[in-house]
């Protein structure tokens, strides 16, 4: 019994002495031009995946998300403040986005990967160690707007986008309308954020 105690003793002594010289020998390369290794990226991502998963699972939306209001404002929000980062359609990301790692995703099939209540919380709390910030100090309300939007995203084209956009405008629905771009409907155009608008930068 002794034998097997010092022997997992010494392992134990060992891990963390080759943890600490991990550490602070500075060998991991955290510039993000350096993609992460595999391992750690995978591990990563699944820490990141249950997390918000578990987290959000008691999380309920306010009624409806179809309803064309909240629709509307979620697209005022996104194209002031997610945009730039995340790209929308007919319009791709600023270059500040590809210069982040991981690179900020394409919303497009958010609605698809994770649920209303997991798309909620992952705007409203933000993600450590990313780009993607928390936006709790624009309210659940918008941010739920935010949701129904994103629901809407996988079937506009930028045709849509932009009538959603204008029609938000017409409304005088959301905030910071005067200035607020549309992207031009061209594939590849980029959209150029209002002097008012924060950069969402990722991760999410």
């Known amino acids: 019994m002794r034998q097997i105690i010092a ?86 990301a600023e270059d500040l986005a590809k210069g982040m790692y991981p690179e900020p995703p394409a919303l497009t099939d958010a609605a698809r990967d994770w649920k209303p209540r997991e798309l909620f919380w992952i705007v409203k709390h933000g993600i450590k160690m990313s780009g993607m910030p928390s936006w709790a100090d624009h309210g659940d309300d918008q941010l739920w707007n935010s949701v129904a939007f994103l629901k809407k995203l996988p079937t506009l084209t930028a045709e849509d986008y932009n009538r959603l956009v204008a029609a938000a405008k017409a409304k005088g629905i959301g905030h910071q309308m005067n200035d607020m771009p549309m992207n031009g409907g061209d594939q590849g155009t980029k959209t150029t954020p209002n002097a008012g608008a924060e950069g969402l930068g990722h991760q999410h």
């Open 7 to 92: 022997t997992m003793a010494a392992i134990a002594l060992l891990g963390l002495l080759g943890g600490a010289a991990f550490v602070y020998t500075g060998v991991y390369d955290v510039g993000a031009d350096e993609k992460h290794w595999g391992i750690t990226y995978r591990l990563i991502e699944k820490v990141r995946m249950q997390s918000i998963r578990a987290h959000a699972a008691d999380i309920h939306a306010p009624g409806s998300l179809d309803d064309q209001d909240r629709v509307l404002a979620g697209a005022v929000h996104f194209a002031t403040h997610c945009a730039i980062c995340h790209s929308a359609p007919g319009a791709e």
